[in-house]
Nanobody, 125 residues
């Protein structure tokens, strides 16, 4: 059973940056598509970004608009999300998730088998 642990969330001012990390407990991490989702109060969980097992296929949610960068280091079983130019509407709990399919980056939460506990990101002045 793959366990995922996120870190890096916090409070940041509008226009600021944060880098989220997600560490997987097993080497099977490197075979999976890995993605970030977020969930704000009163809203459905939405796809932020995803990356295939090779790191060569990447997909972003439409709202990202070149502000976020997803990456992975399979040697450390770690997924990253660099977030720049943060906006108040980016405030949410951010989750990393693993899809046992390693090739196709799917954007629906139901496709993902493993989830972290989430890390809170708050963008406010």
């Amino acid at each position: 059973q793959l366990q995922l642990v996120e870190s890096g969330g916090g409070l940041v001012q509008p226009g600021g940056s944060l880098k989220l990390s997600c560490v997987g407990s097993q080497n099977t991490f490197r075979n999976f598509v890995m993605s970030w989702f977020r969930e704000a109060p009163g809203r459905q969980r939405e796809f932020v970004a995803g990356i295939d097992w090779t790191g060569r296929t990447i997909s972003y949610g439409n709202f990202v608009q070149d502000r976020f960068t997803i990456s992975r280091d399979n040697t450390r079983n770690t997924l990253f999300l660099q977030m720049n130019n943060l906006k108040p509407e980016d405030t949410a709990v951010y989750y990393c998730a693993a899809d046992r399919n390693g090739v196709h980056v799917r954007t629906i939460p139901e496709a993902y088998s493993y989830w972290g506990q989430g890390t809170q990101v708050t963008v406010s002045s």
